[in-house]
């Protein structure tokens, strides 16, 4: 394996990203239908007073259908 050429990747690489694309059908949604991980925690929050929260991926889903209705 050759040398690294952090700045020849950087300038090179390209998104290859649907022109349709909804990044929270494919983070999110699809794993609510799933009984193995609708329950499990899909983020950890924190806030820098120490505050912290999880949330399911059933529950960023409810919250991420709120916000679009």
Same mark, same amino acid.
């Given at each position: 394996?050759?040398?690294?050429?952090?700045? !020849?990747?950087?300038?090179? &690489? $390209?998104?290859?990203?649907? #022109?349709?694309?909804?990044?929270?059908?494919?983070?999110?949604?699809?794993?609510?239908?799933?009984?193995?991980?609708?329950? !499990?925690?899909?983020?950890? &929050? $924190?806030?820098?007073?120490? #505050?912290?929260?999880?949330?399911?991926?059933?529950?960023?889903?409810?919250?991420?259908?709120?916000?679009?209705?």
């Amino acid at each position: 394996m050759g040398d690294f050429d952090y700045w !020849k990747e950087y300038n090179e &690489w $390209e998104w290859n990203i649907p #022109e349709y694309y909804n990044m929270g059908q494919d983070a999110v949604d699809k794993h609510v239908n799933d009984p193995n991980m609708k329950n !499990k925690v899909a983020l950890y &929050w $924190e806030h820098e007073n120490g #505050e912290t929260r999880k949330y399911t991926f059933w529950e960023m889903s409810t919250l991420s259908n709120k916000m679009g209705n």
